[in-house]
Structures are given as structure tokens and as C-alpha cells.
């Protein structure tokens, strides 16, 4: 028995491509080793000869439905975020995508219904699919480590699974008007691109894994809120498309801001304040301490841009920095009109010093209350609705 059994894969695997073999967990723990094999072996060939005769399947054809559209249904498994970037405004991840539906002309009989084929990918390549796209994606490629990452189930009742894994870039329209303290909405859309909604209709198919935020790890952002919704249709002149959006809501970490830019300009505007407390007659250590703040202060502003795409509108950081450089140079002009003033009345310099030393903190700290109070405690809400 066994020699014939084995002498049977030799020949199916020299006329057939390569091919796994796997039915439900229940029936592979009943059925006995080689059983298995004698059971599906017909079932592989013939599914190899019918998608290889044209006059029995047309892979061109879409399957006709009992009635309404062919209802497709898709699964996004998020697995990794590997980037929201920020100047190029993309989100770039690592997914799976599971697109099911039913083709009649692929069914087989067996005890169950839930029993499946697993079939090799030379068949996703010979089978009518859906046609669905990513209208916000820029770039992509299917994953080949250590073989083409697609999986492809048939079953008994002629559904048909595929399974993709995908790394893809989408475009995400960001907003940074309140940035560091910004969140940010980015989606992936899935579309028909040739098959109008009367014809080819999208629906959702999600397991809890799918719809776990905390397992997405970011360093830059972590995730506070996601969106699933098949109310997307887009109206072209040509018809109506069905169109699935996975919305994810992404709240940035403000913790390394407060150490790589509000801290320091923070130390450097207080360095600024000494100049105040020195004699008006100390000009070149008053000097120095005036230039160096402004440049450091300059510098500090010009890296915190270079982070962000230019746009026209002003950011919360902008708010800052500008404030920051303006108090910068208020204790640079201050210095010089004491220097000026002690010339001719050493008396009002020594006023003018004594009331920048508690007018500088005083505006500041003024200040710093009312940028908190507008851009942290009073922040909008950003939640998809």
C-alpha cells in the first residue's frame, strides 16, 4: 500500500506545481497519515485541470452569484508600523490581507463544507480574483522571504481564501498645526478598481487580532483609537465603487520634545536673563552672553523645522520658538540701551536692569501658562466620526 501511495505523490508532484495538502484541525486528528493524501491527491488534480482548460474555466469570467453582487470580503492584520513619515506624509506598514468570496466552478465534494485545500500560489495566478486596489498607496511589494508569501485555501463549498502579505507605503494627510502636540489620522482604503458595486460588493472580515492598537508599537506615536467602515463608495463619471476604510488615530509622544526642545529653550531664555544682573559697564561678557543665546536659540528653531515639511500655515512650535527668540533678543536690545543709558545716567540703566530682571520671567512664565492652557489642556479633538 504505502509504496503505491508514495509512487502516486512522485507523479502528481512531476505533472502538478508544487502543492500542501491540510484539512480542519478535527479531521487531521482523525484521519491516519497517508489517508490524508490518498483523499486529496484527486481533488488537486482536478482543480490543475480545470483552471488549465479554457473551455471549463475562464479565469476572465467572474463566478455568478445566486444573486446581488459577488459579495468579497476582506481582512486587514495590521503586523507592523514600521514608519509615519512625517516629511513625505506617509504611513508605511507590514500586512496581511485576506480576500474571501465564492466561485461555484471550484467546488468539491466532501464530508464538510469547512474543509479547505491549501494550494500552492501558482494557482492564485490561474483563478478569476477580485480586483481590488489601494487608492492611497504610493508603493508596495509582496513579501518573497523565503518563498512567495501567499497563501491560497479552496474549499469544499468553492470559497476561496487568499492570503497576502504586504509591505505598503500610504499617502496620510497630516495636519501640524498643533504639533508636538498633534494626532494624526491616517487610513488604508481598499477599492474596486474595474467591478461597479452592483457587480462586485466589499465587506469587512476582522478577527479580534486584527483589532489590538496595543500591539502596535510606535516610538514616535502610539495609537489611541481605529475605525472600520464600508460607507466609503467613491462616484466616479463611470459608476459607483465599493470601498472598504480602516481608519487608524495616532496621538504623538510628547516626551521627546520636552527633553530635545522645549527644556532647552527654556535653559537658554533663562541663560538670557543673567545679562540683566550683570553691570551695565561689563560690556563684553554681556555681549557674549547676548549673541551666544540668540545663535543657540536660531539653531535650535532651524533643527526643529528641518524635522517637518514646509507648509504656510503656523504650528504650535512655531508659537514657541518665535516667542523664545523674541525674548532672546528683548534681553539682547535691553543690555544695549543700559550700555547706552550708563553713558550719560548710570542711575536709569541700573532702573532699567532692575525692572527687566523681574519683567522677563514675569512675560515668560505669563506666557508659558497660556500656551499650555491653548494648546495642551484645551486641545481638539481629533477622533474619526
Known sequence: MWP?????????????????????PTEFAMVPNGTMIE?????????????????????????????????????VNIQSIDEIDERNRELRLNLFLRIAWIDERLKFDAEEDTMYVAMSHYYADKIWKPDIYFPNGRSGRIHDLTIDNTNLRLYASGQIMVVYRYSLAFSCDMDFRQFPFDTQVCSVILESIKYPVNFVKLSWMFSERDMEPELIKLSKYHMVNFHMTEKCHTDYPIGTFSCLRLQYTFKREIFYHLVETFLPSVIIVMASWVSP??????????????VTAMLTIFSQANHVKSSLPPFSYLKAIDVWMLICQ?????????????????RTSKGNAQRLDQCARVAFPACFFLFCILYILFYVV??????PS
Open 378 to 383: 484645551s486641545e481638539p479633538d481629533s477622533q
Open 4 to 24: 503505491a501511495v508514495l509512487l502516486l505523490g512522485l507523479c502528481v508532484s512531476a505533472t502538478t506545481p508544487p502543492t500542501t495538502y491540510v484539512v480542519t
Open 326 to 342: 523674541f525674548t532672546v533678543f528683548l534681553a539682547l536690545i535691553e543690555f544695549m540701551t543700559a550700555n547706552y543709558m550708563s
Open 39 to 75: 483523499k486529496f491527491v484527486p481533488i488537486m488534480e482536478r482543480t490543475y485541470e480545470l483552471v488549465n482548460d479554457p473551455d471549463k474555466y475562464n479565469m476572465y469570467i467572474p463566478p455568478k452569484p445566486a444573486e446581488g453582487p459577488i459579495l468579497v470580503r476582506v481582512g
Open 277 to 290: 544682573w550683570l553691570d551695565p559697564s561689563q560690556t563684553p561678557a554681556r555681549t557674549v552672553l547676548g
